[in-house]
């Protein structure tokens, strides 16, 4: 910089006034203007905000003032059970007996703390809402356990730390397990996680017929969305990576006929100015102005376009935002119903959701720029300004047309009504296909050849084979259907070189494959020497689905096989060229170096042992609430320190990997009255467990034993037992602990380690590091495993 250009700065910095969060004397006294942490504190004051939802009357007469008294406060924390683990009933006694009892007549930092209470609109008190800010529960140490108790059951996946509004989407999307279900932007998942457990309502089904899709534009969001995602060790979960406004229309094999895949439930939650999050955001009270919603708007409306195409008649979409902008919301909703005339209609869900309280849509409001001008209609609006505000941002001028679209039927939550943050619902329901869409694409002909098996050789599609992605959009957008697209994607798979059961990623000359790349999904071929030593050992049901058994990679040797479910499977097949996927399946075994010599090459691993259970007739041990403790608690417990039944179950097993089995006793309701399955290992003369560190955690605190498993996180007990000479060679015990460090079936080795950061900052999620340490720790590389 030039010593003129010092000058003049200078010169403007000390003709300034000073700033509201400078203090008095122009910054000089930072710790008067309420430096935290060595930030300014933001003013909480916003005049044009105010003076455009005034004018909007958004919000009902003499309740202002209220408004933004709310808007003021830091958002309570929330929680919510998973209602997907067959434990969530032992997860709120406990909360409820325990950990909220300990919350009264708590004060903190002067202020009472109010015991958590349900949330009155979710089913079953499976969310609680607390006066408790997010911060105040990080700092106070009066609240150290109750945090770590919430950190911990986070990461094991019982608990999701959920914004109340945010819970509200998914419960109107009324999903169940048959149902096929697609995300448009999921990232970071919370809400991906509520449809999975819809999925999973009965926890006896290991497949259900339904699946989710979850979408998301961003890749290391995408790998947020999978860290979630996986806490619920389901196998109907696929996340996908691309734009929500063009993502691309898919294909299954329906009795060997190709049909285009329609979804019976969408959730559109769209990107969003997002100042109904203004209590815990609070850069939006600096930064709002009405420009951030005239700029989403068409991308918004391009969402909702794209999702209800995809919805199938009489499927149900769900439109949200967490803005309280009509722009963004009504006006989405209005042109969307407008063109589809008649195909989309506004579902009455007033009475689904008792308890909670909420506005009707607005049907008239105003446009505002960013300096304050107002337009009524499209009409008044300057030439100049149409790249910024468009027609569709207005209500319809015809009385009749706006009266039949019922937008008071769309639901905006208000913060000071249940002190929440701001929120806005659409129920969509699809009554025929849009208006574009009414000539019914046309299905290939000629039923397509029975799939020969899955074969794991490597795989390289045509570079020129794969559709581009967006040329199905473009010919919707345009009043066409996709019957030429189809076709020509059914051609360029015809002469694709492409193995079928390889599901690689999509030639990168066809589709930007920005971030990471992944590796190809790999369906285990029937005829494949590796399957039968691994039915054998475990005697696995002939309804076993081996078809949908998969791998990460195309060479070598196999380390990991996941599993998806029949009709992920279909979806994988069948579309490897128009999606990019990120992630799907679970693991269920992993390869153990000199394996062979246990009659089986592969272990069991935890992450997918609720799905694979079902299916095992062999190597199960049922234990007792007591062997279950000494199993938790000590590394490698010797067989006489379990009971005598357990021993007598273990003693006649080969050595290799096991099933841990607990059964709840109803006649003893003081005990854990939740079925548990472990993983495990029988060694020569002792048992481990292969179970991450929060599970293990967490089922001891079920048990009562939450002192032992702070002692055991902080390493302060060792209880490893010492093992015979003769044990596993130590290349094996690298591969034990090496084995659970891969990577998940969703994210290539690269892929995991450099996003571990992006993704799950302090509470990454792999089964991989938890798997291999205890309570204790890791075990030491030349510990050698149970003997």
């Given at each position: 910089?030039?010593?003129?250009?010092?000058?003049?700065?200078?010169?403007?910095?000390?003709?300034?006034?000073?700033?509201?969060?400078?203090?008095?004397?122009?910054?000089?006294?930072?710790?008067?203007?309420?430096?935290?942490?060595?930030?300014?504190?933001?003013?909480?004051?916003?005049?044009?905000?105010?003076?455009?939802?005034?004018?909007?009357?958004?919000?009902?007469?003499?309740?202002?003032?209220?408004?933004?008294?709310?808007?003021?406060?830091?958002?309570?924390?929330?929680?919510?059970?998973?209602?997907?683990?067959?434990?969530?009933?032992?997860?709120?006694?406990?909360?409820?007996?325990?950990?909220?009892?300990?919350?009264?007549?708590?004060?903190?930092?002067?202020?009472?703390?109010?015991?958590?209470?349900?949330?009155?609109?979710?089913?079953?008190?499976?969310?609680?809402?607390?006066?408790?800010?997010?911060?105040?529960?990080?700092?106070?140490?009066?609240?150290?356990?109750?945090?770590?108790?919430?950190?911990?059951?986070?990461?094991?996946?019982?608990?999701?730390?959920?914004?109340?509004?945010?819970?509200?989407?998914?419960?109107?999307?009324?999903?169940?397990?048959?149902?096929?279900?697609?995300?448009?932007?999921?990232?970071?998942?919370?809400?991906?996680?509520?449809?999975?457990?819809?999925?999973?309502?009965?926890?006896?089904?290991?497949?259900?017929?339904?699946f989710v899709i979850a979408n998301d534009v961003d890749n290391k969001r995408c790998y947020l969305l999978v860290h979630q995602a996986k806490r619920l060790s389901s196998p109907c979960i696929m996340v996908?990576?691309?734009?929500?406004?063009?993502?691309?229309?898919?294909?299954?094999?329906?009795?060997?006929?190709?049909?285009?895949?329609?979804?019976?439930?969408?959730?559109?939650?769209?990107?969003?100015?997002?100042?109904?999050?203004?209590?815990?955001?609070?850069?939006?009270?600096?930064?709002?102005?009405?420009?951030?919603?005239?700029?989403?708007?068409?991308?918004?409306?391009?969402?909702?376009?794209?999702?209800?195409?995809?919805?199938?008649?009489?499927?149900?979409?769900?439109?949200?935002?967490?803005?309280?902008?009509?722009?963004?919301?009504?006006?989405?909703?209005?042109?969307?119903?407008?063109?589809?005339?008649?195909?989309?209609?506004?579902?009455?869900?007033?009475?689904?959701?008792?308890?909670?309280?909420?506005?009707?849509?607005?049907?008239?409001?105003?446009?505002?720029?960013?300096?304050?001008?107002?337009?009524?209609?499209?009409?008044?609006?300057?030439?100049?300004?149409?790249?910024?505000?468009?027609?569709?941002?207005?209500?319809?001028?015809?009385?009749?047309?706006?009266?039949?679209?019922?937008?008071?039927?769309?639901?905006?939550?208000?913060?000071?009504?249940?002190?929440?943050?701001?929120?806005?619902?659409?129920?969509?329901?699809?009554?025929?296909?849009?208006?574009?869409?009414?000539?019914?694409?046309?299905?290939?002909?000629?039923?397509?050849?029975?799939?020969?098996?899955?074969?794991?050789?490597?795989?390289?599609?045509?570079?020129?084979?794969?559709?581009?992605?967006?040329?199905?959009?473009?010919?919707?957008?345009?009043?066409?259907?996709?019957?030429?697209?189809?076709?020509?994607?059914?051609?360029?798979?015809?002469?694709?070189?492409?193995?079928?059961?390889?599901?690689?990623?999509?030639?990168?000359?066809?589709?930007?494959?920005?971030?990471?790349?992944?590796?190809?999904?790999?369906?285990?071929?029937?005829?494949?020497?590796?399957?039968?030593?691994?039915?054998?050992?475990?005697?696995?049901?002939?309804?076993?689905?081996?078809?949908?058994?998969?791998?990460?990679?195309?060479?070598?040797?196999?380390?990991?096989?996941?599993?998806?479910?029949?009709?992920?499977?279909?979806?994988?097949?069948?579309?490897?060229?128009?999606?990019?996927?990120?992630?799907?399946?679970?693991?269920?075994?992993?390869?153990?170096?000199?394996?062979?010599?246990?009659?089986?090459?592969?272990?069991?691993?935890?992450?997918?042992?609720?799905?694979?259970?079902?299916?095992?007739?062999?190597?199960?041990?049922?234990?007792?609430?007591?062997?279950?403790?000494?199993?938790?608690?000590?590394?490698?417990?010797?067989?006489?320190?379990?009971?005598?039944?357990?021993?007598?179950?273990?003693?006649?097993?080969?050595?290799?990997?096991?099933?841990?089995?607990?059964?709840?006793?109803?006649?003893?309701?003081?005990?854990?009255?939740?079925?548990?399955?472990?993983?495990?290992?029988?060694?020569?003369?002792?048992?481990?467990?292969?179970?991450?560190?929060?599970?293990?955690?967490?089922?001891?605190?079920?048990?009562?034993?939450?002192?032992?498993?702070?002692?055991?996180?902080?390493?302060?007990?060792?209880?490893?037992?010492?093992?015979?000479?003769?044990?596993?060679?130590?290349?094996?015990?690298?591969?034990?602990?090496?084995?659970?460090?891969?990577?998940?079936?969703?994210?290539?080795?690269?892929?995991?380690?450099?996003?571990?950061?992006?993704?799950?900052?302090?509470?990454?999620?792999?089964?991989?590091?938890?798997?291999?340490?205890?309570?204790?720790?890791?075990?030491?590389?030349?510990?050698?495993?149970?003997?």
């Open positions: 910089m030039g010593r003129r250009a010092r000058g003049r700065r200078l010169q403007q910095q000390q003709q300034r006034p000073p700033r509201a969060e400078d203090g008095a004397e122009g910054g000089g006294k930072r710790q008067e203007a309420g430096w935290e942490g060595g930030y300014p504190e933001i003013v909480k004051e916003n005049k044009l905000f105010e003076h455009y939802y005034q004018e909007l009357k958004i919000v009902p007469e003499g309740e202002w003032d209220q408004f933004m008294e709310a808007l003021r406060e830091p958002l309570p924390a929330t929680l919510r059970i998973t209602g997907y683990k067959s434990h969530a009933k032992e997860i709120l006694h406990c909360l409820k007996n325990k950990y909220f009892k300990e919350l009264e007549d708590l004060e903190v930092d002067g202020q009472k703390v109010e015991v958590p209470q349900p949330l009155s609109w979710y089913p079953e008190e499976l969310a609680w809402h607390t006066n408790l800010s997010r911060k105040i529960l990080r700092k106070s140490p009066q609240l150290e356990k109750f945090h770590q108790f919430l950190v911990s059951e986070t990461e094991s996946g019982n608990i999701s730390r959920q914004e109340a509004v945010s819970m509200i989407p998914p419960l109107l999307l009324n999903a169940h397990p048959h149902h096929k279900i697609l995300d448009m932007c999921a990232a970071p998942g919370s809400k991906t996680t509520q449809l999975i457990e819809m999925l999973h309502a009965d926890m006896s089904v290991p497949f259900p017929e339904g996908v990576n691309h734009d929500a406004s063009s993502i691309p229309r898919l294909k299954i094999d329906v009795d060997g006929r190709k049909e285009i895949l329609f979804y019976d439930r969408i959730l559109c939650d769209v990107p969003c100015s997002g100042d109904g999050t203004m209590r815990k955001n609070i850069d939006v009270w600096k930064k709002w102005t009405t420009l951030n919603s005239l700029q989403l708007h068409g991308l918004q409306l391009r969402i909702a376009t794209r999702g209800a195409e995809q919805l199938v008649e009489g499927g149900r979409m769900v439109y949200s935002t967490c803005s309280l902008n009509p722009i963004e919301d009504e006006a989405v909703i209005a042109s969307l119903l407008e063109k589809s005339e008649g195909a989309l209609e506004l579902a009455d869900v007033s009475s689904e959701l008792p308890g909670l309280k909420w506005m009707p849509g607005i049907a008239h409001w105003k446009v505002m720029t960013k300096d304050g001008q107002w337009f009524s209609e499209w009409e008044e609006v300057p030439h100049s300004r149409h790249t910024q505000i468009r027609p569709t941002m207005f209500p319809p001028k015809d009385p009749e047309k706006l009266q039949a679209m019922h937008l008071e039927r769309c639901l905006r939550i208000l913060p000071h009504h249940q002190n929440t943050g701001g929120f806005f619902v659409a129920v969509l329901v699809k009554k025929s296909s849009m208006p574009w869409n009414k000539r019914p694409p046309k299905i290939q002909g000629e039923p397509v050849e029975p799939r020969e098996p899955v074969r794991s050789s490597p795989a390289h599609p045509a570079e020129g084979a794969a559709v581009d992605p967006a040329a199905p959009e473009s010919k919707a957008a345009s009043g066409m259907d996709d019957t030429d697209a189809t076709e020509r994607s059914e051609s360029a798979e015809n002469s694709s070189s492409r193995k079928d059961g390889v599901c690689g990623p999509p030639p990168s000359k066809k589709m930007k494959l920005f971030g990471f790349k992944e590796d190809p999904f790999v369906f285990i071929p029937e005829d494949d020497p590796l399957f039968p030593p691994i039915q054998k050992f475990y005697a696995l049901d002939p309804s076993f689905p081996k078809m949908n058994l998969l791998t990460r990679t195309t060479e070598g040797k196999k380390r990991q096989l996941y599993m998806v479910s029949k009709e992920l499977r279909n979806v994988l097949v069948n579309n490897s060229e128009r999606m990019k996927v990120i992630n799907t399946g679970i693991k269920v075994w992993c390869r153990n170096n000199s394996g062979e010599e246990f009659d089986c090459a592969f272990r069991l691993a935890q992450e997918g042992i609720y799905t694979l259970y079902p299916f095992i007739n062999s190597r199960i041990i049922t234990v007792s609430i007591e062997d279950v403790k000494i199993l938790l608690t000590q590394e490698n417990p010797f067989f006489r320190k379990l009971s005598s039944e357990t021993y007598s179950q273990a003693k006649d097993l080969a050595k290799g990997s096991i099933v841990l089995k607990y059964e709840p006793d109803p006649a003893k309701p003081d005990t854990l009255q939740c079925p548990i399955v472990l993983c495990g290992w029988r060694g020569k003369a002792s048992i481990r467990t292969f179970v991450p560190k929060n599970e293990r955690l967490h089922y001891l605190r079920m048990m009562g034993l939450e002192g032992l498993a702070e002692k055991k996180k902080e390493g302060t007990v060792v209880a490893q037992e010492s093992a015979d000479s003769s044990g596993l060679p130590e290349d094996e015990v690298s591969a034990e602990h090496g084995a659970e460090q891969a990577t998940s079936a969703g994210a290539s080795e690269d892929a995991s380690a450099d996003t571990s950061e992006d993704a799950s900052a302090d509470t990454s999620e792999d089964a991989s590091a938890d798997a291999s340490s205890g309570p204790s720790g890791p075990a030491p590389r030349e510990a050698a495993l149970p003997r």
